[in-house]
C-alpha cells in the first residue's frame, strides 16, 4: 500500500475518520485499495516474466555446454574435438597478428614467438613468400606447425595421450561453465537497474549474457590448447619406504627370584643377604 497506494490513500481514510483496525467500506477507499493491488501483481508477473527469460537465456548456453561435456565424455572422435579447438585459436592468432590483408602489417616475430612458446614450432617463411602470402594461406601454415606437433604427441605417450586429452577437456570445460555461472548471476543483480536508464532489461541481459558465453568459449580454446600442447609427462621415482618389522611383545613371565635363591647380580651371595637385603 504504501508503494502503490501513496499518499492518496491515506489522505482518504484520514479524512474519513478510519482508525487502525477499522473495516474498510467506503467504496473510494476500497477502489483505490484494488487498483493498488493490480498495480502490485502486475509488477509480480513483469518480475516472472523476466525471470523466465532470463532462465530462457541460461538454459540454451547450458544445453550447448552439456553438449560439448557429452562429446567428450564419449570420447569418439576426441582428436576431431581438439583441432577442431585449434582451428578456433588459429582464428584468434590470425585477428590478434595478422588482422589486415597486407603481410607487411602483419606481427610474424610475436606470432612466433607464441608458436614457439605452445608447439615448439616457429614459421620458416621467406621474406619474398611472406609478402605474396594471403591470410588464408599463413592460417594453413599454422595449422601446420599444431598438427605436427600433434602428431608427435600421439606417437610418444600412444594411448595415455588419449586419457590426459580427455581430462584436460573437462577439467577446463567444468572451470569456466562454473565461472560464467558465477558471472550471470552478478550480471542478473544488476542488470535491472538498467531500466532506470530506459534500457530494457531482457534485452540487455541476452546482449551481456551472449558477450559473456562467446568470451567464456574463448577463454576455453585458448587455455585448452595451452595445456594439450605444453604439458610435459615427468617420469617420477617410485618411492619404496623401508618398513621396520613390528617388534614382537615378549609376553614371557618373569619366575619370582627366592629369598635362600643365588643373587642374580652373580655376587655368589644368597638372595636375602644380598640385593634381596632391605626387601
Not at 599463413?138 to 606417437?155: D, H, P, T, V
Not at 595445456?227 to 613390528?246: Q, S, T
Request: with cysteine; hydrophobic share 35%.
Amino acid at each position: 500500500m504504501r508503494l502503490f497506494g501513496g499518499e492518496r490513500i491515506k489522505f482518504m481514510m484520514e479524512r474519513f475518520g478510519m482508525k487502525d483496525g477499522d473495516e474498510i467500506s467506503h467504496p473510494l477507499v476500497t477502489k483505490a485499495i484494488a487498483n493498488a493491488q493490480r498495480k502490485v501483481e502486475a509488477m509480480h508477473f513483469d518480475i516472472r516474466k523476466q525471470l523466465l527469460e532470463f532462465d530462457s537465456v541460461l538454459d540454451k548456453q547450458r544445453k550447448t555446454v552439456y553438449s560439448l561435456r557429452q562429446r567428450i565424455l564419449e570420447g569418439k572422435e576426441l582428436k576431431k574435438e581438439i583441432l577442431g579447438i585449434v582451428e578456433n585459436v588459429i582464428d584468434i592468432l590470425l585477428e590478434k597478428y595478422a588482422s589486415g590483408k597486407d603481410p607487411q602489417g602483419w606481427d610474424i616475430v610475436s606470432l612466433n614467438t607464441y608458436l614457439e612458446r605452445i608447439v615448439e614450432r616457429r614459421l620458416e617463411i621467406k621474406e619474398d613468400d611472406l609478402l605474396r602470402m594471403k591470410r588464408e594461406d599463413l592460417g594453413k601454415e599454422i595449422a601446420q606447425c599444431f598438427l605436427s606437433s600433434y602428431e608427435e604427441r600421439e606417437r610418444e605417450m600412444k594411448e595415455e595421450f588419449y586419457h590426459i586429452q580427455k581430462f584436460i577437456l573437462l577439467t577446463v570445460l567444468d572451470n569456466k561453465w562454473r565461472n560464467h555461472l558465477y558471472e550471470l548471476d552478478h550480471l542478473k543483480e544488476g542488470i535491472t537497474l538498467r531500466a532506470y536508464g530506459q534500457k530494457d532489461p531482457v534485452v540487455e541481459y541476452k546482449r551481456e549474457s551472449f558477450r559473456l558465453f562467446e568470451e567464456m568459449l574463448l577463454s576455453y580454446y585458448e587455455e585448452v590448447v595451452e595445456y594439450i600442447f605444453r604439458f610435459k609427462v615427468v617420469e617420477g621415482r617410485r618411492e619404496v619406504r623401508r618398513i621396520e618389522p613390528r617388534r614382537e611383545v615378549s609376553t614371557r613371565v618373569k619366575k619370582k627370584i627366592g629369598r635362600n635363591d643365588p643373587c642374580p647380580c652373580g655376587s655368589g651371595k644368597k638372595y636375602k643377604k644380598c640385593c634381596g637385603r632391605n626387601l
